[in-house]
């Protein structure tokens, strides 16, 4: 029986999905290009969050087309025929970049960051979609490009617009500000699709610094208000029939993945440690029953309470 589960074990895993077949896609977290084949081996069905300031933080000059054009090409090379999603530069905050981010901000949170910071240096924008597009043409991986901390219905219209002229159609935005979860059905209809970071997303709902300890208590996505926000997204995508993925920490989390499916989301990406374990947890459920798992998370007042809760309504099902 060793023999066989071991053998078991070196088999490609299975795609993510639910009890009844509901296809629930699982793809990676990565920041370097490093870590796609480990991804891969652990079943990766794609990448869902592409960090691309992880190639530059220790840059103090801003990164040539021809070196993001390399890291780019070598990263679609590991997924060839697979959704491969790139997230352009967010830079600003927890993850500043020399070349970027000058200006002293007493809130950096709140500040240039992410899209903002790309808009204010609009020929590194350019490079990175010419980076991204030259990349896309050699191989053969499905590209989707994100822009970071897109908080207005113009910006992604300007985004999309961009991103466009460079020939490239999937062009989505990340939702991580309230402002943006709460006119997703309004944002959906310009992007391609949406994914939602939850870890940004909670840092604002709650107004707690997400890298500050002393108000870590706040920094929970099992926070009602922020499983609200992630159903408004996840009902804007359906209504207009995007794909709106999950691809914060809370992705991670087996019961909470369980949630995000009852609450409509459509693929999960995480870091690829994280992929057996919710794999295995969302095949003890069917869409139905992750639905009755969502409602009971979304009534109560407070994260503890929704996990506690989401804990007590998987138990009475599986
Ligand atoms: C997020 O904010 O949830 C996210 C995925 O992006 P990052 O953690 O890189 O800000
Ligand atoms: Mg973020």
Redesign the pocket.
Same mark, same amino acid.
């Given at each position: 029986r060793i023999r066989a589960r071991a053998a078991q074990a070196e088999l490609p895993a299975e795609p993510g999905r639910l009890a009844d077949g509901t296809p629930l896609p699982l793809l990676a #977290?990565l920041g370097d290009v490093a870590g796609a084949a480990p991804a891969v081996a652990r079943g990766a069905e794609g990448v869902g969050?592409f =960090?691309t !300031?992880f190639l530059f933080l220790d840059s103090t000059t801003a990164p040539t087309v021809a070196d993001q054009r390399a890291s780019y090409t070598a990263l679609l090379e590991a997924f060839p025929g697979k959704k491969v999603v790139v =997230?352009l530069l +967010?830079a600003g905050a +927890?993850?500043p970049l020399p070349f970027l981010n000058d200006a002293h901000e007493e809130n950096p949170a709140m500040g240039l960051r992410g899209l903002r910071a790309l808009r204010a240096s609009e020929n590194l924008l350019r490079d990175q979609l010419t980076a991204l597009a030259e990349a896309d043409a050699a191989t053969s991986a499905d590209l989707w490009v994100m822009a970071?901390m897109v908080s207005t219905v113009e910006e992604t219209v300007y985004f999309v617009t961009i991103a466009a002229e460079y020939g490239i159609r999937t062009a989505g935005v990340?939702v !991580?500000v309230p402002s943006a979860a709460l006119l997703a059905d309004r944002i959906l209809p310009h992007a391609a699709f949406a994914?939602?970071? $939850? #870890?940004?997303? $909670?840092?604002y709902t709650l107004a707690a610094d997400?890298q500050l300890g002393s108000v870590a208590a706040f920094q929970s996505p099992w926070h009602p208000a922020v499983l609200r926000l992630i159903q408004e997204v996840a009902r804007a995508g359906e209504s207009t029939g995007k794909p709106v993925g999950v691809?914060?920490?809370?992705a991670a989390d087996p019961l909470l993945a369980i949630v995000l499916a009852g609450l409509g989301v459509t693929s999960l990406s995480m870091s690829p440690a994280a992929l057996a374990d919710v794999r295995a947890s969302l095949l003890t459920v069917t869409l139905d029953e992750a639905r009755t798992i969502a409602e009971s998370a979304l009534a109560a007042d407070e994260a503890a309470d929704a996990k506690t809760a989401a804990l007590a309504a998987a138990t009475r099902i599986t």
């Open positions: #977290n969050l =960090r !300031e =997230r +967010d +927890d993850k970071p990340m !991580e994914s939602i970071g $939850t #870890n940004d997303l $909670t840092q997400r691809c914060g920490e809370a």
